[in-house]
């Protein structure tokens, strides 16, 4: 299933939601290479989502502009496919009529016999393909959401914090997951959270974004190779340097930053973290 991901080059990318009104984005330009995790990190209201809707397509920038393969984006594509909080899901449809909608939506109907099922061992939910989607889990949901995502082979999945509803659990093995079938399918992959483990768990690089208005305050490599474990030295050291870059770009008091480091390190449960 090997496929490449693409590059994504966002260019002088400013957005004022009002003509004349303050800026929510100021002057953005990076590289996300083929195959990448980068993860946007930043306080609320920093303008994380205002730009993943920009690189979607579902917005366009008051200034400068985003390229797909050197192609400026223009309008949504199945090429880049954006995954939220919420599963959205059609509640009475079944797990695989789910699954297929991607498909059929892009006028790809021939594909889904083979692409559906593939997609459903992929995120580990064969056994539910038949189930109605409201029997399944939050989690569960969310699988069968990014099984949806990934039909029409995508060359950029763009995730908007969509692991913030579910219980400490699910969503650590689900982090590894989508890093795990992105790296798997070569996709590039563009993250926002809250979350400094989440974003040490995910990704590859992390800008971390300051506010009012948002701008790119710092760039942090996370070059952990192999499985990437809460508990080791590499990983803390990756997540120490993440929450100072992110109390200098948020301007927090230093007891902030304290109760954000306690809150990032403390420990999954044993049976978990070995859980490929
Ligand atoms: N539709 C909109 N109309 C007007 N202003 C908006 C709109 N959406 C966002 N904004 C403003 O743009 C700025 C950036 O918002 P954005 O939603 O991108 O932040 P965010 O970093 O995703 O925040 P959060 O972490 O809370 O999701 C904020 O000041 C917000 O109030
Ligand atoms: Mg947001």
Known sequence: MAFRGAHIQVDHVSHAYR?????AI?????????????VLVGRSGCGKSTLLQILCGLLHPADGRVLIEGEPVEAPSPDWVMMFQAPSLYPWMTVEQNVALGL???GRSREIKSRV???????????????????LSGGQQQRVALARSLAPNPHVLLLDEPLSALDAFTRHALQRDIRRIAAEMGITLVLVTHDIQEAVMMADRALVLSANPGEISAEIGIPIA?????????????????????????????????RLETEAAEPLPAARQGRA
């Open 19 to 23: 003509r004349g009104g303050p800026l």
């Open 26 to 38: 100021r002057d953005m330009s990076f590289d996300v290479t083929p195959g990448e995790a980068l």
């Open 117 to 135: 099922p593939e997609m459903l061992e992929l995120v580990e939910l064969s056994a539910f393909a038949k189930r109605n989607v409201q029997d």
């Open 226 to 258: 192999g499985e990437r474990l809460p508990n080791t030295p590499e990983f803390a050291a990756a997540r120490h340097e993440l929450v100072r870059a992110y109390e200098a770009a948020a301007g927090l008091a230093m007891a902030d930053v304290d």
């Open 104 to 106: 059929r939506f892009s």
